[in-house]
């Protein structure tokens, strides 16, 4: 059975540090990457997802993934943030089992950013 | 735009009642999910349906039931709702097949049982 762990359930940071948030997935064989957003009072979104070619994956707003198979990670990075960015992340991964398409999401991360 | 519709945005609901969550998607996916949001737990997968009348159980299926008679409607009923059940259910919708299909999800349904 597939599973995805995020290290960090609560990121404090300033407005233009770096963020790198974790992710690491468990299931052996092929998986889609994803990471979804939810801004406050708003859907889940789609920010980025790797699916093959390119490990480092560009997404939204400036937010870039890198997958590394070796490591079963694909962590979240943004080299600025800015207030805007405080929402909650969720990694997922989507394991291709019997044909069709199961996905299983982290537990989240809440980023709070501070003007 | 894809858009996938919760009918009801916030429930309470008594102990012991029959609840009924609907869902419908207007961009003819073949994949409909429902997960249950709990802050600290992320989104756990309840049921998921990969064509009509087709169903299989995620990861939390104990004390739910699912119902996908229509391609664009799928259906979330707790059977006997019970205080634990209360939470945000989540549905969303996706192309079918194995790709990097994107999920698209509803605004969420809040519930609550006393």
């Known amino acids: 059975a597939q599973s995805v762990s995020q290290h960090n359930h609560h990121v404090i940071l300033s407005e233009a540090a770096s963020l790198e948030l974790g992710c690491n997935y468990s299931y052996g064989g092929t998986v889609n990457l994803f990471w979804y957003v939810q801004y406050p009072g708003q859907h889940l979104q789609l920010l980025l997802k790797y699916f093959s070619g390119d490990p480092l994956v560009k997404g939204i707003k400036g937010f870039e993934a890198e997958f590394i198979k070796s490591k079963f990670s694909f962590n979240l990075r943004k080299p600025s943030v800015q207030w805007s960015d405080t929402a909650e992340y969720f990694c997922a991964v989507n394991a291709n089992s019997g044909g069709y398409q199961k996905v299983t999401f982290g537990t989240g991360t809440k980023l709070q950013v501070i003007p | 735009d894809v858009k996938v519709t919760q009918s009801s945005r916030y429930l309470v609901k008594r102990t012991g009642e029959k609840v009924f969550l609907e869902c419908v998607q207007d961009?003819?996916?073949?994949?409909m999910f429902w997960y249950r949001q709990d802050p600290g737990l992320g989104l756990r997968l309840i049921y998921f349906?990969?064509?009509?009348?087709?169903?299989e159980k995620g990861d939390i299926p104990e004390g739910y039931s699912v119902s996908r008679e229509k391609k664009e409607r799928f259906s979330l009923i707790l059977e006997s709702a019970s205080t634990n059940q209360t939470s945000m259910y989540l549905c969303?919708?996706?192309?079918?097949?194995?790709?990097?299909?994107?999920?698209?999800f509803g605004a969420g349904s809040r519930l609550t049982v006393l």
């Open positions: 969303a919708s996706s192309l079918g097949g194995t790709g990097a299909n994107v999920l698209t």
């Open positions: 961009m003819d996916h073949e994949n």
């Open positions: 349906s990969y064509d009509v009348k087709m169903k």
